[in-house]
């Protein structure tokens, strides 16, 4: 852990073991992934603007990339809150990998968050559309990263990104043998995981990287 995250021991889904019975029940793919990768789970780290933050370093690169571009924009201040980014250099931020675009983007979600545009509090009352329409008015910020931030941080248990590559991949590879796969496609299949699409999209990721996501 870096100096400049804060302490914070993640916290795991309460409905973890319940969803990974419904869905090893349901699901034949799933019960060969979950006795596979059943050994880690989801966790937050419980820091929206640093989970959203992350979302948009990792934007459009790869996952080993955007951890490395990740830890120097993390070093630059202190601590990672929205006033400290708000008060770096932008030759800074582009010096630890961010395009001018990325640099904009976290510059306005560091304002929004600030500014209180963003209501965090009420987060917790509102369902996942409500949620992602309030995060998508941030520059930056399209249905995936909102998703993502449903994910990862909120915890959301039904979350299905179906913009999310890896998702399809994860799904052509272990219900259609490689073959292309549609949205459509994709839909059909998690039919059988709700309502705990969250929790089979992370297995599904697993299958594909064995080392767990986290934002």
């Known amino acids: 852990m870096s100096a400049t995250t804060p302490a914070v021991s993640p916290v795991t889904p309460t409905y973890w073991a319940l969803a990974c019975a419904h869905l090893a029940k349901k699901d034949r793919v799933m019960k060969k992934l979950i006795a596979q990768f059943g050994d880690a789970t989801l966790q937050t780290r419980g820091d929206a603007f640093v989970t959203l933050a992350r979302s948009i370093v990792g934007q459009q690169i790869s996952v080993k990339a955007a951890q490395s571009v990740w830890d120097r924009f993390a070093g630059l201040p202190k601590r990672m809150t929205p006033a400290a980014v708000l008060k770096l250099k932008v030759d800074d931020m582009r010096s630890a990998g961010l395009s001018s675009r990325k640099v904009e983007y976290l510059v306005d979600l560091a304002v929004h968050f600030s500014s209180g545009a963003v209501h965090v509090q009420a ?32 915890m959301r248990p039904n979350v299905l990104p179906l913009d999310d590559v890896g998702l399809i991949n994860g799904i052509s590879r272990n219900y259609f043998s490689g073959e292309p796969v549609s949205r459509s496609d994709a839909r059909e299949v998690a039919q059988a995981w709700s309502p705990y699409a969250t929790v089979a999209t992370w297995y599904i990721w697993r299958s594909l990287d064995p080392v767990p996501v986290a934002y």
């Open 123 to 154: 987060w917790q009352e509102m369902d996942d559309e409500a949620i992602i329409d309030q995060l998508v008015g941030i520059r930056g910020i399209g249905r995936w990263t909102a998703e993502m931030f449903l994910i990862f941080h909120l």
